[in-house]
């Protein structure tokens, strides 16, 4: 059974500040995705991450694939407020990215 | 632009009520999927549909009914609505094989009381 965790799960930062958001997955896999969610809203995507070493970039977030530790990373550079959102992630074993399992999420909150 | 769209957005059932959860995308995708969202957690998926015609159980399917209409519609049924069911339910719609990301409905917050 495909289990992905997050950390941290909660997490508070300044206005500024860069930081690392971690997603470790149990079973082996090279396709993964980063969500955005809203209060009350719906999923964005923000990244689709397909092969080991693949590295994107939007703005200040930046995403990585190591499939060999199988662990993704969502870097933070210099935080502002709007990027407070969950940040989830998912993995999916075959090529259905619907059919994916998710991360609990990383409520991040950046504070003036 | 509408992509994913739910049915209702807000619903409040009895227990032991049946409803039918609606969801409809105009991206021509062939995959389609039902999730539930509890509190404080991540997506769970309950049903999905590889592609029209065909429908497959995910993590939690217990309790729904599933129909793939045609290739652009995908409900979600309760035959008997339980309070465990109280939950956010998100469609989502994806083009497979090209793994492409999942596209996200707005979402149906559902309570059972």
């Known amino acids: 059974e495909l289990k992905v965790e997050q950390n941290p799960l909660f997490l508070s930062m300044q206005e500024g500040k860069n930081y690392t958001i971690y997603c470790n997955y149990s079973?082996?896999?090279?396709?993964l995705y980063w969500y955005r969610q809203d209060p009350g809203k719906s999923l964005e995507s923000l990244f689709v991450l397909l092969s080991n070493g693949a590295v994107k970039q939007e703005g200040r977030l930046m995403a990585s694939l190591d499939t060999k530790a199988r662990l993704s990373t969502l870097h933070i550079t210099a935080a502002v407020h709007d990027l407070s959102a969950t940040y989830f992630c998912?993995?999916?074993?075959?090529?259905?990215?619907?059919?994916?399992?998710f991360g609990d999420g990383t409520t991040l909150t950046v504070k003036p | 632009n509408a992509g994913v769209t739910q049915t209702p957005k807000f619903q409040v059932l009895k227990t032991g009520q049946s409803m039918t959860l609606q969801c409809a995308q105009d991206m021509n995708h062939n995959s389609m999927y039902w999730y539930r969202q509890d509190p404080g957690m991540g997506l769970r998926l309950i049903y999905y549909?590889?592609?029209?015609?065909?429908?497959d159980k995910g993590e939690v399917p217990n309790g729904y009914n599933v129909s793939r209409l045609n290739k652009r519609e995908f409900s979600l049924r309760l035959e008997s609505a339980a309070p465990s069911q109280t939950s956010v339910y998100f469609c989502?719609?994806?083009?497979?094989?090209?793994?492409?990301?999942?596209?996200f409905g707005q979402g149906t917050r559902l309570t059972v009381v």
């Open positions: 989502a719609s994806s083009e497979a094989p090209q793994n492409t990301e999942a596209f």
């Open positions: 079973t082996t896999s090279d396709r």
């Open positions: 549909s590889a592609s029209e015609g065909t429908t």
């Open positions: 998912a993995v999916s074993l075959n090529t259905n990215a619907g059919k994916s399992t």
